[in-house]
C-alpha cells in the first residue's frame, strides 16, 4: 500500500514506527511519584476560597437580590456581584472578533440557564464559603424557557438571549453557516432512491477527573499570579483582562498541567472572578468546581440535531445530499457559533457528490453553554454522516466497505465547497482497515487508488476533475461561486479565522 | 470551630496536628500536612483520587473524618519510593503508559498497593476488582489493569504490547 506523504514532507522522517509502542511522557515520573503539580497543589497562605450562587432556574428574572444575611456569617470576607465586574458583558470569540458581547460573568437581570452564575462569596474556609452562599437570598420571575432547537426556532419561542434579539447566531446578516454544490432537487429526481434521516447527539459532560480551577495570588510587583488548570492559557489571560479591564501584562499565568480536559476547559469561567477577589481582597483567592458545579454548570460537547436526505443510484453513487444542523449553543455563544461552522464545513464528508446543500444553525436554548469537545462539530456530523452510509450501503444492497470506496472522494475532485481535493487518503484507509479486519473486498475495489478519478465523476461545476495519476492537484479554480453560494464573505471569512481550530 | 489535637503515622514517620473536629482526612493531609498525592476529585467518595491506606486498608481520605486516625498508620504515594528507587508498581505504570494526565494515577496506585501487599498474585478478576472504586478519564483502563499485573511479574492479560 501507499503512503502520502503530500503535506509536510520535508518534516516527516522516513520508516516512523511509532504507532503501536510505547513512549514515556516527559511529566509521567511526577505523575507515579505524586509529585507533579496541579493548580490546587500549591502552596499559599491566606487562601480564601470562593463558592458561586448559580441559578436553580432554567430561564428567570431576577427581582431582588440580598446579600445582608451572607455578609454577617463570621469568615465572609466579600461579596462580588455583576456590578462589581469591570466588563460584566463578554463573549470569547471577541478576542478574535467573531460575535457580540451576550454573556455576562454574572448574572443581574435575568438567568438564561440552570447552574448560571449570579454572585460569588469569597470566605476564609470553603465551608464558611459555603455557609456564606447558602444566606444569598434571590427573588426569580420564572420565565417560559425552550430546550429544543427547532422550537427554539419557531416564531413566539421564549427569547433566550436579548444580546442577540433572536434565537440564533447572526453570521454577518445569514441566519446559517451555507454550502452548496449543483442542484440537488435535480438529483433527487435521478435518484433510485431517497433516504431521509434525523440524526440527535446528546450533550455531553466532560467529566475531568480535576475539576477546572485556579488560584489567583496578588504578586509583589503588582500583578496578579495565576495558577491555572485552563486549557487554552492565553486565551484565559486575554479574556481575564478583557473582562476585568486591565492591562494583560498586569496578568501572570502559569499552568500547562491539566487533570483531564478533553475540552471542557477551555471556557474561561473561573480566572475573572478569582482574580477579581484577589484584587479586591489583596489576598489569594482559590476558585474551584465542585464535582457538583463540574457536573451541572461546566459546558457539555454541544449537541447537534443533524438531518440528512440522500439521493442514491442503484449502482452505489450518492448523486445528491442535503443537510440540515442545528448546534445547540445553550444560552451563550462560547465556542458554537464556530461548532456550527465546522460542522458546515465537514459536509458531505470525505465523498464526492456532485448535489450539495447544506445549512448549518448555532441555536440558543435554555440549556447549559456548551463547548469544545474532541472535535466539537466535526464528531456529530461524522456520526450522522457514517450511520447514513450503512443505510444507503443496504438500501442498495452493497458492501460497507466497498459502498465508502466507490464514493470516496479523490484528488482533484470538486469539493462542496468548491475547493479541489488535495491529499485525500479516504480509498487507501478502508482498503487498510478492511485488511487488517479480515473483511473480504472484491478485487476491483483493491485497485482503487485516491489518486486516480473514480466512478463518481462530480458533475457539477467544471472543469471536471481529471489530475494525472502522478502530477500534484491542479490548484484551486478562481472563486466565482455559482449562484446560491451565499454569505461567501462571512463563512469564508469566519472559517479563515477558525482555520487553526482546537 | 473547635480545634482537637491529633497524632498518627504518616508513610513511617510520627505526626502531630491541631485540626479542626469537623476535617476530614483528605483536607488534613492537603492543607496541613502539605502532603498532595492524594486528590480532591469528587470529594463526595465517587472518584478514588483521594485514596489512601490507612493501616494497611483501602480508604478514601475525603470521607474520612480525621479524628478517626489517631494512632493509625497513613500511607500515601510519597513513601512509595525509597532512596530514588521507583517501586514495582511505579515502573510497572512508567512502562505501560498508565499515566496520561496523572491526576487519577495517585489514587490507583494507592489501590494497587493495598492489594499486592496482601495478595501478591491476584488474577486479572482481582485487579480489575481492586480498583473498581476508582475512575481514570483518560488513559483507558487496560494500561492500569496491565501494569499491575506487570509488578506482580506475571501478565495474564490480554493487553497487546506492541
Ligand atoms: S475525592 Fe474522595 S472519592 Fe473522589
Ligand atoms: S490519567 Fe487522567 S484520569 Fe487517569
Not at chain 1, 503588582?222 to 486575554?238: E, G, K, P, W
Request: aromatic content about 6%.
Amino acid at each position: 500500500m501507499e503512503f502520502r506523504k503530500d503535506f509536510f514532507a520535508d518534516e516527516r522522517a522516513e520508516g516512523l514506527k511509532e504507532v503501536g509502542h510505547i513512549r514515556q511522557r516527559q511529566d509521567a515520573v511526577g505523575h507515579v511519584t505524586g509529585r507533579t503539580k496541579f493548580f490546587d497543589d500549591k502552596k499559599t497562605t491566606g487562601l480564601l476560597h470562593l463558592k458561586i450562587v448559580r441559578s436553580p432556574h432554567h430561564h428567570a428574572r431576577i427581582r431582588n437580590i440580598s446579600t445582608h444575611e451572607a455578609e454577617r456569617v463570621p469568615g465572609v470576607v466579600r461579596i462580588l456581584r455583576a456590578a462589581d465586574v469591570p466588563e460584566n458583558i463578554y463573549t470569547m470569540l471577541s478576542l478574535i472578533n467573531v460575535g457580540i458581547p451576550d454573556e455576562p460573568a454574572l448574572a443581574f437581570d435575568k438567568v438564561r440557564y440552570k447552574g448560571e452564575p449570579i454572585v460569588a462569596v469569597l470566605a476564609d474556609s470553603p465551608r464558611t464559603a459555603h455557609e456564606g452562599a447558602d444566606k444569598i437570598r434571590i427573588d426569580f420571575e420564572e420565565l417560559p424557557a425552550v430546550f429544543d432547537v427547532e422550537e427554539a426556532l419557531k416564531p413566539g419561542a421564549p427569547l433566550v438571549n436579548e444580546y442577540h434579539g433572536q434565537n440564533h447566531f447572526d453570521y454577518d446578516g445569514y441566519s446559517h453557516q451555507k454550502v452548496r454544490l449543483g442542484d440537488v432537487e435535480r438529483g433527487f429526481q435521478e435518484a433510485d432512491h431517497i433516504v431521509d434521516e434525523r440524526y440527535q447527539m446528546s450533550p455531553i459532560e466532560h467529566a475531568p477527573t480535576e475539576t477546572q480551577g485556579c488560584i489567583a495570588v496578588p504578586s509583589d510587583d503588582d500583578r496578579i499570579d495565576v495558577y491555572s488548570n485552563t486549557q487554552a492559557l492565553f486565551f484565559s489571560l486575554d479574556l481575564s483582562a478583557l473582562i476585568l479591564k486591565m492591562p494583560s501584562n498586569r496578568l501572570h499565568f502559569m499552568g500547562g498541567t491539566v487533570g483531564g480536559g478533553f475540552g471542557g476547559k477551555v471556557d474561561t469561567l473561573v480566572e475573572p472572578l478569582a482574580i477579581l477577589g484577589a484584587m479586591m481582597t489583596g489576598k489569594a483567592v482559590r476558585h474551584s468546581f465542585s464535582r457538583r458545579d463540574e457536573m451541572r454548570a461546566g459546558p457539555p460537547r454541544g449537541a447537534e440535531r443533524i438531518y440528512i436526505k440522500d439521493g442514491v443510484m442503484n449502482d452505489g453513487r450518492i448523486v445528491a445530499r442535503q443537510m440540515r444542523i442545528y448546534f445547540d449553543a445553550g444560552a451563550y455563544s462560547r465556542l458554537s457559533a464556530y461548532g456550527a461552522v465546522k460542522a458546515a464545513a465537514h459536509c458531505p464528508g470525505p465523498y464526492t457528490i456532485a448535489n450539495v446543500y447544506v445549512e448549518s444553525y448555532c441555536v440558543y436554548t435554555n440549556r447549559t453553554p456548551s463547548t469544545a469537545m474532541r472535535g466539537f462539530g466535526v464528531t456529530g456530523v461524522d456520526f450522522a454522516l457514517e450511520v447514513q452510509m450503512d443505510k444507503l450501503a443496504r438500501t442498495v444492497n452493497i458492501d460497507p466497505m466497498e459502498f465508502r470506496l466507490i464514493n470516496a472522494y479523490r484528488d482533484g475532485d470538486m469539493k462542496a465547497h468548491h475547493k479541489r481535493t488535495e491529499g485525500a487518503a479516504l480509498i487507501e484507509c478502508v482498503q487498510a482497515v478492511s485488511d487488517l479486519a479480515g473483511w473480504q473486498i472484491d478485487p476491483k475495489y483493491r485497485s482503487y487508488s485516491s489518486r486516480q478519478p473514480g466512478a463518481a465523476p462530480a458533475a457539477a461545476p467544471s472543469p471536471a476533475s481529471q489530475p494525472s495519476a502522478s502530477a500534484p492537484p491542479p490548484p484551486p479554480p478562481p472563486s466565482s461561486p455559482p449562484p446560491g453560494t451565499t454569505a461567501p464573505s462571512a463563512s469564508s471569512r469566519i472559517s479563515s479565522m477558525f482555520r487553526r481550530g482546537r | 470551630m473547635s480545634q482537637v489535637p491529633i497524632q498518627f503515622k504518616l508513610n513511617g514517620q510520627d505526626k502531630a496536628e491541631f485540626i479542626d473536629e469537623a476535617a476530614t482526612l483528605l483536607s488534613v493531609l492537603r492543607g496541613k500536612v502539605g502532603i498532595t498525592s492524594p486528590k480532591a476529585g469528587c470529594e463526595q467518595g465517587t472518584c478514588g483520587t483521594c485514596s489512601v491506606l490507612i493501616d494497611g486498608e483501602l480508604r478514601l481520605s475525603c470521607i474520612t473524618l480525621a479524628q478517626t486516625c489517631a494512632g493509625a498508620s497513613i500511607e500515601t504515594v510519597e513513601g512509595m519510593d525509597t532512596d530514588g528507587k521507583l517501586h514495582p508498581l511505579q515502573q510497572a505504570f512508567l512502562d505501560r503508559f498508565a499515566a496520561q494526565c496523572g491526576f487519577c494515577t495517585t489514587g490507583m496506585l494507592m489501590a494497587a498497593k493495598a492489594l499486592l501487599d496482601k495478595n501478591p498474585n491476584p488474577t486479572r478478576e482481582e485487579v480489575v476488582d481492586a480498583i473498581s472504586g476508582n475512575i481514570c478519564r483518560c488513559t483507558g483502563y487496560e494500561p492500569i489493569i496491565e501494569a499491575i499485573l506487570d509488578a506482580t511479574g506475571g501478565s495474564a492479560g490480554s493487553y497487546r504490547r506492541a
